[in-house]
């Protein structure tokens, strides 16, 4: 081996990179009560505001 301490280096650094991967959150929110209405309920994008096969797109005009 030219460089041990180049190989040495990225060994660590994969080893720090991976062990990282399986870190949990402290707290998780809790999941929504049966009945209760979502605070997020619109999907996005939003359908109604796409634009028609050969309609402009809604927003910027371009010139």
Known sequence: ???????TILVLAAALALSACGKRPKYVDEALPEGQTDPFPRS???????PKPGEPAPGVKFP
Do not use: A, F
């Open 44 to 50: 996005y994008p939003n359908p109604s505001l796409d």
């Open 1 to 7: 081996m030219k460089h041990p301490i180049r190989v």
